[in-house]
């Protein structure tokens, strides 16, 4: 592992990122209309949760959904440096695609770290009231998280020739994950096959950890949710590594 190239290529992320004032605003769209007028359009609807309404219960599920579509979009980066001289820059560079891939993993997280923040700060002042330190938990959760979700992006990002192809895969696979993840109800209540699916669906674990640390109370314990992510970082780092290791430069 280059350390200095990974911190160049996070360098070169974040410039980047920061350059497109609009899409840090565009992708704080989505989460805001289903807070506001989903979350309020269901003013009667019952939160599992007592003591919180439909609309605060939704909440962490929203953050997530944030962490999702910004971190797995990401992927389509790959597929643009792929028609750039940047990729065969690098890809010609001492260093392994290891090192490539956890610095445009890293690149990747950095957008939705930031969103998080904005969406926990909107949230806290509109929506559910959190303190400090449930602020900081809730951005530490984001990390492990955004980690999990970008590896995938990448991965299909490595795999596929064009953005109108990944643009596909991507919305085949991102609405089934936030649905079957419990983030817009209560997963007790559930059908049992949504129950079955929603175990073998990260943003499940995902969604209850932020619910734990926001409503102090999850369907499962705080330490599957965190074993259940810490396997899927595993298994997305080896098959994100796997994939950039046959990653070749194109016009």
């Known amino acids: ?20 004032k609009e899409r840090i605003i565009s992708i704080l769209i989505s989460p805001l209309l289903f807070l506001f007028v989903m979350g309020k359009g269901m003013a009667s609807g019952t939160s599992p949760v007592a003591g919180y309404t439909y609309q605060q219960f939704i909440f962490p599920g929203i953050v997530a959904m944030t962490i999702l579509f910004t971190s797995i979009t990401y992927g389509l980066y790959i597929i643009w440096d792929k028609r750039l001289d940047f990729l065969k820059e690098v890809l010609a560079a001492p260093i392994s695609r290891t090192t490539l891939f956890v610095g445009k993993s890293l690149g990747g997280m950095l957008g939705a770290i930031v969103e998080t923040l904005l969406l926990v700060i909107i949230g806290a002042l509109f929506i559910l009231p959190l303190d400090p330190v449930k602020i900081l938990l809730s951005l530490a959760a984001a990390f492990p998280i955004s980690y999990m979700i970008t590896n995938v992006g990448l991965t299909i990002g490595a795999k596929m020739k064009s953005m109108e192809g990944f643009g596909l895969v991507m919305s085949f696979l991102t609405w089934p994950l936030f649905f079957f993840s419990g983030a817009l109800f209560d997963l007790g209540t559930a059908a049992h096959y949504i129950k079955i699916i929603s175990l073998f669906d990260p943003v499940t674990y995902c969604v209850d950890l932020l619910r734990i640390i926001m409503l102090g109370q999850g369907a499962f314990s705080i330490w599957a949710d965190l074993g259940a992510i810490a396997v899927f970082c595993l298994a997305t780092t080896v098959f994100g590594v796997s994939a950039f290791g046959k990653l070749q430069q194109e016009k």
């Open 1 to 20: 592992m280059n350390i200095n190239a990974v911190y160049a290529l996070l360098f070169r992320e974040a410039k980047i990122f920061f350059r497109e």
